[in-house]
């Protein structure tokens, strides 16, 4: 398989998450018994259906009508938002209470990590590092990165910890009723890992470090703002304490919006995309 033919698949594939990432969230929205979670969980998927449909939705369109027109650019903002819905929907498929939406949760899960794989196959990284200018501060970039990685996991090996040693579970676990520690699972698996190699590799200047920290900033980007949302919707339904939960994801997402406002900034149009 060439390179264009796997753009070309993760494309098409693109345009049909795009268009079930619609559907899904517009019926989830319109539909107020579709989720049979406690009241709490329904609020956060509740705040990030609202964000998938007016933040990634137009997010991912762009990225593919300028991937479209051959733009790099594009193929990386679409990317980032793959990577996204691989995530997303990761936890719609394992920890929402079983609904009428299961099979598509799974599908779009599927087709995510197909456009993902596709997708990254086909764009070269050595494009992508030319395509930034060398004065990106990269230490900037990579530090962020890698702080926000290693919050993450402090936060997680305390949880675990304690419950080693005290037997009790974590509080989260308890008000969501979820059987397992969902978040840190996908967290560590989904997450962690390509935000540490993303900062590690763009602070050495890799090509792979400006593909992944990209992605990396796409993803942050949206994902703090869900959680904003989800809190947000949190108290709404009658959660105040929620609301302690605003300031933090408010500012990783301010964090990562300014990052990707800077990457933004030091990408560089070139001769050879015409």
């Known amino acids: 398989m060439t390179s264009e033919q796997s753009r070309k698949i993760s494309w098409n594939l693109s345009l049909i998450i795009l268009m079930m990432m619609i559907l899904v969230s517009t019926a989830s929205l319109i539909w107020s018994d579709l989720y049979r979670d406690?009241?709490?969980?329904?609020?956060?998927w509740r705040g990030n259906d609202l964000v998938t449909l007016m933040g990634a939705?137009?997010?991912?369109?762009?990225?593919?009508?300028?991937?479209?027109?051959?733009?790099?650019?594009?193929?990386?903002?679409?990317?980032?938002?793959?990577?996204?819905?691989?995530y997303n929907y990761a936890f719609y498929s394992f920890a929402s209470a079983f609904n009428v939406l299961f099979l598509p949760y799974v599908l779009l899960l599927i087709l995510s990590i197909l456009a993902l794989f596709t997708g990254l196959i086909s764009v070269d990284p050595l494009s992508v590092k030319r395509h930034f200018s060398k004065d990106i501060p990269v230490k900037g970039i990579a530090g962020y990165l890698i702080f926000v990685a290693l919050g993450l996991s402090v936060v997680y090996l305390i949880q675990t910890a304690s419950f080693i040693f005290t037997g009790?579970?974590?509080?989260?676990?308890?008000?969501t009723g979820h059987v397992t520690h969902i978040v840190p699972a996908l967290d560590l698996s989904l997450l962690v890992p390509w935000l540490i190699l993303g900062g590690v590799w763009i602070w050495e200047r890799k090509p792979w470090g400006f593909m992944l920290s990209s992605m990396m900033v796409v993803k942050g980007v949206l994902y703090n703002l869900v959680l904003t949302a989800a809190s947000l919707s949190s108290?709404?339904?009658?959660?105040?304490?929620?609301?302690?939960?605003?300031?933090?994801?408010?500012?990783?997402?301010l964090g990562f919006l300014i990052l990707g406002l800077v990457m933004v900034k030091n990408f560089q149009v070139l001769k050879e995309d015409f």
Do not use: H, M
């Open 235 to 253: 108290v709404q339904a009658g959660f105040p304490e929620s609301a302690a939960e605003i300031p933090l994801w408010g500012t990783l997402f």
């Open 57 to 86: 939705v137009p997010l991912l369109g762009l990225g593919l009508l300028l991937s479209r027109r051959g733009s790099l650019a594009g193929d990386l903002i679409r990317l980032g938002v793959l990577d996204y819905t691989l």
């Open 168 to 175: 009790q579970i974590p509080e989260i676990i308890e008000k």
């Open 38 to 44: 406690n009241p709490l969980v329904k609020a956060v």
